[in-house]
């Protein structure tokens, strides 16, 4: 049998989606890649590290995942982990006490506390920006500063960072670029192309895509960096299981599909919000009539707004869906509504959320797969409950 790789090469990324994550041919002719579910491996003799050894060290089905997930976002090395955060966590050991990261500042709740209350307390320092023009970075490099972390579009707010701009800042400082790629995903843009070192993926959303399944993961080109990532990766142990490795392979298959879906389905949510009195503003890639960055090919699934009125009314609104389901997380194929404030980003403390412009009327939508008219339709019942 060729090598999967070889024939992916100068395929599409449609084509490298649902064929990515092939496991050599073992003689059954699967299609689908098998589970491995075993922790520990035969070897010929003490000391023998020629194939599989021990699961946390490497595992075929997650082996599988880890080198789709570096097709697919054009890198070398890919890495699955239990969790977006034990990605992030990874990254973070990379660096040493003294260490100042420059980040965006509309974040993930999640990477938020992780920063502020887990590694700040071991010597990180951590100074917030705006980002939306790459000059925020670099006028917050001090000596110390060896990362820049950047979400685009951020969370919740889907404001857009130029990718590009900002990794070369970064390499003019001898700085490494992280971007969290978890809203855009590999089928809309790629980071590493643009220049950032590392991306990451919370694979619980959009790369799974059904809500079934919490796993993360970071993708590489470098070779040096890719190696550190391994042993920290072994190190701290934070690494994906077989069977929730292949429900990322599963989802993967269809991310095109899907990512088409959403953007077109968010798409007219939006055109619907613009309509409605009771929606203060709206956000949504391009909303702020910028241009685009990064080459985005489409906007993605997210959609956040400001509803007129206090908390209660905001309650009122966010229990009254029908089809919209109040629960955390996004990018499963349902749609999902969100109350950052109380939800995704209550760990923020509420004058950091406030300034960061996350107030207690701002809701966010993860637009699923559904029929569009069903959606608004679920909308329009819900503001008319106010």
């Given at each position: 049998?060729?090598?999967?790789?070889?024939?992916?090469k100068?395929?599409?990324?449609?084509?490298?989606?649902?064929h990515?994550?092939?496991?050599?041919?073992d003689?059954?002719?699967?299609?689908?890649?098998?589970?491995?579910?075993s922790?520990t491996?035969?070897?010929?003799?003490?000391?023998?590290e020629?194939?599989y050894?021990?699961?946390r060290?490497?595992?075929?089905?997650r082996?599988?995942?880890?080198?789709?997930?570096?097709?697919?976002?054009?890198?070398?090395?890919?890495?699955?982990?239990?969790?977006?955060l034990?990605?992030?966590?990874?990254?973070?050991?990379l660096?040493?006490?003294?260490?100042?990261?420059?980040?965006?500042?509309?974040?993930?709740?999640?990477?938020?506390?992780?920063f502020?209350?887990?590694?700040?307390?071991?010597?990180?320092?951590?100074?917030?920006?705006?980002?939306?023009?790459?000059?925020?970075?670099e006028?917050?490099?001090?000596?110390?500063?060896r990362?820049?972390?950047?979400?685009?579009?951020?969370?919740?707010?889907?404001?857009?960072?130029?990718?590009?701009a900002?990794?070369a800042?970064?390499?003019?400082?001898?700085?490494?670029?992280?971007?969290?790629?978890?809203?855009a995903?590999?089928?809309?843009?790629?980071?590493?192309d643009?220049?950032a070192?590392?991306?990451?993926?919370?694979m619980?959303?959009?790369?799974?895509?059904?809500?079934?399944?919490?796993?993360?993961?970071?993708?590489?080109?470098?070779?040096?960096?890719?190696?550190r990532?391994?042993?920290?990766?072994?190190?701290?142990?934070?690494?994906?299981?077989p069977f929730?490795?292949?429900?990322?392979?599963?989802?993967?298959k269809?991310?095109?599909?899907?990512?088409?879906?959403?953007?077109?389905?968010?798409?007219?949510?939006?055109?619907y919000?613009?309509?409605?009195?009771?929606?203060?503003?709206?956000?949504?890639?391009g909303?702020?009539?910028?241009?685009?960055?990064?080459?985005?090919?489409?906007?993605?699934?997210?959609?956040s707004?400001?509803?007129?009125?206090?908390?209660?009314?905001?309650?009122?609104?966010?229990?009254?869906?029908?089809?919209?389901?109040?629960?955390?997380?996004?990018?499963?194929?349902?749609?999902?509504?969100?109350?950052p404030?109380?939800?995704?980003?209550?760990?923020?403390?509420?004058?950091?959320?406030?300034?960061?412009?996350?107030?207690?009327?701002?809701i966010?939508?993860?637009?699923?797969?559904e029929?569009?008219?069903?959606?608004?339709?679920?909308?329009?019942?819900?503001?008319?409950v106010?």
């Amino acid at each position: 049998m060729a090598d999967n790789d070889a024939i992916l090469k100068d395929k599409r990324i449609e084509t490298r989606l649902i064929h990515a994550g092939r496991v050599e041919e073992d003689g059954t002719g699967s299609v689908t890649t098998p589970i491995f579910p075993s922790s520990t491996y035969r070897v010929a003799y003490p000391g023998d590290e020629s194939g599989y050894v021990y699961s946390r060290w490497a595992n075929p089905t997650r082996l599988a995942l880890e080198r789709a997930l570096a097709d697919l976002e054009n890198g070398t090395r890919g890495f699955a982990f239990s969790s977006g955060l034990g990605a992030l966590s990874t990254v973070l050991h990379l660096l040493k006490t003294g260490d100042h990261i420059v980040a965006v500042s509309d974040l993930y709740g999640g990477t938020h506390r992780q920063f502020e209350k887990v590694m700040r307390s071991f010597g990180l320092d951590f100074t917030y920006v705006d980002g939306r023009n790459p000059d925020d970075f670099e006028e917050a490099v001090t000596p110390n500063t060896r990362l820049f972390w950047v979400e685009t579009p951020t969370n919740p707010l889907l404001r857009l960072i130029d990718i590009e701009a900002v990794a070369a800042l970064a390499k003019k400082h001898d700085i490494i670029t992280a971007v969290d790629n978890t809203f855009a995903t590999p089928f809309i843009q790629n980071p590493l192309d643009l220049g950032a070192d590392i991306v990451l993926h919370s694979m619980s959303k959009y790369l799974a895509g059904h809500c079934d399944v919490i796993a993360g993961a970071l993708v590489v080109k470098d070779s040096k960096l890719a190696e550190r990532l391994k042993f920290h990766q072994n190190a701290l142990g934070a690494i994906l299981g077989p069977f929730d490795s292949w429900l990322v392979l599963r989802g993967l298959k269809t991310l095109h599909l899907r990512m088409e879906r959403h953007s077109f389905n968010s798409v007219k949510i939006v055109e619907y919000l613009e309509t409605v009195p009771r929606v203060s503003k709206i956000y949504y890639p391009g909303q702020d009539g910028k241009p685009v960055p990064n080459k985005m090919k489409l906007p993605g699934g997210m959609v956040s707004f400001e509803l007129k009125g206090d908390l209660e009314t905001v309650r009122k609104f966010a229990t009254s869906t029908q089809v919209f389901v109040l629960a955390e997380s996004l990018g499963g194929v349902e749609s999902l509504l969100n109350h950052p404030a109380l939800m995704t980003h209550a760990s923020i403390p509420p004058e950091v959320r406030k300034a960061n412009g996350i107030g207690d009327n701002l809701i966010r939508l993860s637009v699923g797969l559904e029929n569009i008219e069903d959606l608004i339709a679920d909308l329009e019942q819900a503001f008319a409950v106010l």
